[in-house]
């Protein structure tokens, strides 16, 4: 969390030494928007929020990747997002692959129908 934090507070150091460029403020949103999701109570990202227009770059962001239905790519950057507004979190493939890496199916709930469906077979 922290390294996307640095990253994109490089890139918004640089946008504002040179003249926008639509591409790194794009980069740097998406990198803020993750990081938002990943760890939203960070102290580093809270101190980007504080600088004027970031927290205006990352709700930009945010409204054109949900307009996109592309949200979910920005997820895939970490082990796993959190909505604070859903009170959810949801763990990424690439979050499932390091805690167990042999058994992506560890961490699904199964369906009980399926599984009283196997229980009454067995008796």
Do not use: C, Y
Not at 47 to 74: H, I, S
């Amino acid at each position: 969390m922290n390294q996307l934090v640095a990253e994109a507070g490089r890139l918004l150091d640089d946008l504002d030494e040179e003249e926008p460029d639509a591409d790194a403020e794009w980069e740097a949103g998406e990198k803020l928007l993750a990081a938002q999701r990943g760890a939203p109570k960070n102290r580093r990202l809270m101190k980007l929020f504080n600088e004027t227009g970031v927290k205006q770059l990352v709700q930009r962001t945010e409204a054109e990747l949900m307009r996109e239905k592309r949200l979910q790519d920005v997820d895939e950057l970490l082990l796993f997002s959190m909505d604070e507004k859903g009170h959810t979190i949801q763990i990424s493939d690439r979050g499932l692959d390091v805690l167990n890496p042999g058994d992506t199916e560890a961490f699904v709930v199964p369906d009980r129908r399926r599984s009283s469906s196997r229980i009454s077979r067995r008796s």
